[in-house]
C-alpha cells in the first residue's frame, strides 16, 4: 500500500501565514500539519509516500528533507497549480495509482492519532472516512445506504439543510484499492478531465462513479474521532483549541467566552442558559420569519424599548435595552460615581468597570458565602459609598434575598440616598419564581434610587440574541443609559423574539418550574460526590468547594480531557478564602447533568 499525499494549492485564505509557505507546513498546537500526517503514516506499512506538490513546492521539499528515513518519501510536480485543482494534481500521479492500493489524503486535514489504522485494518477493500454533519462542515457531502456504503455524492447546488440528518461529509482521506483506481476511477478521471477541464476536484470524479454505477465505496464514521479541515485563520485557531493538549485547550475554550457550537459534543456546563425555553414552537416561529428578519433593518432605541417595556409589563420610560445585559452594565458603571459595595465572590463585570479604590468590598463570614440585607446594611452602615451592587440570587453562589417580602435593604438604600443596582438575571428561577422580580410601576416609583438590570440570555434561554434590560424610575438616569448606547443596538431577531414572547409566557414560567425541579435533583446527585462540597443555590448553578485529592483546577481539567465536559473554575474569583478551591456548574437539562455526574462518579 502507498499513500498520496495533495499539497500543491496556494492555500490563500490563510492569508500571510501561507504567503512564504504551503498550508500543510502551517502550525497546530506547535506541529505543522505535514509534520503530524508524516509522523501517523509511518506507523503504517507502506511502500511509499508519494506528495503532490505546486506552490512553495521546494520549500516544503527542504523542510521534509531526509527527517523521515522509514518512509520512502517522491514527489510529483504540479508546476499550473494556480490554474488547476487537486484533480489534476491527482491526474500528474495516474501511473503511480496503478501500482498499488492508496491511502489518499489531503495535506490540510488534522486528525486523530488511530484514524489511518482505522481505515487500513478495515476489511473493505474500498473506503471513505465520514463524520456525520455538524454546522461547521463545508464541503462534499454524502448519503449512506442501510450497508454503510456511500450511496451518493451530494454537491454543493444539492446541498439541503433539510435533509442534513442524513448527511456525512467526507474527512477527505481515503483507502483505494488498486482494482477500483484502475477499473472506475482513473478512467472516469480522464473523461472528467476533458469534458469539465482542470480545475475541478477529485471527489466529483467519484460523485460521477456512485451515479453510474455501484462503485462499493464504503463509509466508514469516525464515531468522536476527532479531525478537521484548516481552510482559513478561524479553521486554524478552532484546530488548534481541538488538538492542543487539555491544559492549553482549557485555557482557549475559557479565554473565548462561548462559540463552543464550533466544538463538536462540547458539554457546556460554564455558561448559565436555561436549556427549557424557548420551546420549540417558539422557534420554529422565529425561523419562519428569518428571511425578512435577515434582510430588513431592525427598529431603533424607542421601539425596542417599548417592546421591553411591554415584554416585563412596565412603563417605557422607565426602560432602556442592551446589547445583552454587558452593554448596560458598561453604561451604568460608567455613570455612577463616588464608590460602590460590592459583595464577594460575586459575578465581576461591574466591578472590573472600576479603579479598584472605587469598591468597597463584604464578604460573607460563613462557609456558604450566604448573606441577608441585614447583614449588608451592618456592613455598609458606616462605609462611604454611593452605590451598592447586588446580584440577587448572587453568582457564583446561589445566594437569594427576597426583597418582595423583606424590604429592609430598599428602603435603607433610600433613606441613605445611595443607589442600588439591582441584577436580578436569575430571580425567576428562585424559590417563587417570576413573582420575586421588582420589576414593577409602583416598586420602581417608590424606590427610585433602584435601577434594576435583567439579563435575558440567561433565564430565558436566548444568549445568542444579546438581550438585556435595564429599568428604574431615574428617568434622567435610563436617558442618559439610551443616548449613550447606539441607536440599531439590538439586531432584528432580538426585535422579534421580545415581540413574540408574550404569547409563550406561560411557557417560559413552566420552564423556571422544570429548572427548579431540575436543580433540586442535581443537587441531591452532587451531594453524593466525595470530593464535593455543594452550596444551596436558588439560581440554575452550584457553587461547589472541591475537595482532596482534586483542586478546582485539576478537576476541570479531568472533565475536559476525559469527558468534554467544561466547567467553570473559580480560583481567579476574588472572595474565597486562601487555601480553599470553588468550581461552579451549570444546570443543564436532566440528560446532560446525568451525563456529568456518570463522569464525576468515575472519578
Known sequence: MQAIILAAGLGRRLGELTADNTKCMVKVDDVTLIDRMLRQLCALDLKRVVIIIGYRGDKLRDFIGQRYPELDIMYVENQIYESTNNIYSLWLAKDLLTEDDTLLLESDIIFEEGMLEMLVEDPNPDVALVAKYEPWMDGTMVRLDNDSYISSFVPKSAFSYSDIESYYKTVNIYKLSRRFIGLYYLPFLEAYIKAMGNNEYYEQVLRVVTMIDSCNI???????????????VQDLRIADTIFSDAERRLSMLQKSFGGYWRYAGLKDFCYLVNPYFPTGRMLDEMQANFEPLLRQYPSGMDTNTLLASKYFG???????????????????????????????????EYVNRLPADRVVAFSPDNDSFSYTSKDLIDYFSDKNISALLLINPDNPSGNFIPLIDDKSLLEWTKSRGIRLILDESFVDFASGGMANSLLHDDILMKYPNMCVIKSISKSYGVPGLRLGAAA?????????????????????FAEYYMQIFGKYEADYRHACRVIADVRDRMFRQLSDIPFLRVIPSQANYFLCEVLAPFSAHGLALKLLEGYNILIKDCSAKRGFPAGKQYVRIAVRDTSDNDELIRALRSL
Request: aromatic residues 8%; contains cysteine.
Open 314 to 348: 412596565i412603563k417605557q420610560s422607565f426602560t432602556a435595552i442592551g446589547n445583552g445585559a454587558a452593554e448596560l452594565i458598561k453604561e451604568l458603571m460608567d455613570l455612577t460615581e463616588g464608590r460602590l459595595g460590592v459583595t464577594i465572590p460575586t459575578f465581576e
Open 218 to 232: 464504503k463509509g466508514l464514521p469516525v464515531n468522536g474521532l476527532k479531525w478537521y479541515e484548516i481552510d482559513d
Open 472 to 492: 428604574s424610575a431615574d428617568t434622567e438616569l435610563i436617558g442618559l443609559i439610551r443616548r449613550r448606547c447606539a441607536i440599531w443596538n439590538i439586531n432584528s
